[in-house]
Nanobody
Framework: QVQLEESGGGLVQPGGSLRLSCAASGSIFSINDMGWFRQAPGKQREMVATITSGGRTNYVDSVTGRFTISRDNARNTVFLQMNSLKPKDTAVYYC???????????????WGQGTQVTVSS
């Protein structure tokens, strides 16, 4: 059974930084794209940043220049470095990965349980 475990969330003041990590574990045959999504109270879940298996990245406009996504393929881990945090960044952040557990199972998207990020003074 595949699991994605996020860590690194917490409470920070505006302008502060956090580094989120997400490690995929279990029976994993291959991982394709990975990314981070977030959901604030009363809002729909939105894409924050994605990174392909080849290292190409994409960011939502509101975090461009402040957030950096990276990955360690050997460890099946994706990171999100968040700098210059703003109150509007407050949300539950979810890790996402497109992977296949075995060669006999199709590609699918998997989600972590989420980690809370709160930006407040």
């Amino acid at each position: 059974q595949v699991q994605l475990e996020e860590s690194g969330g917490g409470l920070v003041q505006p302008g502060g930084s956090l580094r989120l990590s997400c490690a995929a574990s279990g029976s994993i045959f291959s991982i394709n794209d990975m990314g981070w999504f977030r959901q604030a109270p009363g809002k729909q879940r939105e894409m924050v940043a994605t990174i392909t298996s080849g290292g190409r990245t994409n960011y939502v406009d509101s975090v461009t220049g402040r957030f950096t996504i990276s990955r360690d393929n050997a460890r099946n881990t994706v990171f999100l470095q968040m700098n210059s945090l703003k109150p509007k960044d407050t949300a539950v952040y979810y890790c996402n990965a497109r992977l296949r557990e075995t060669i006999r199972r199709p590609w699918d998207y998997y989600w972590g349980q989420g980690t809370q990020v709160t930006v407040s003074s």
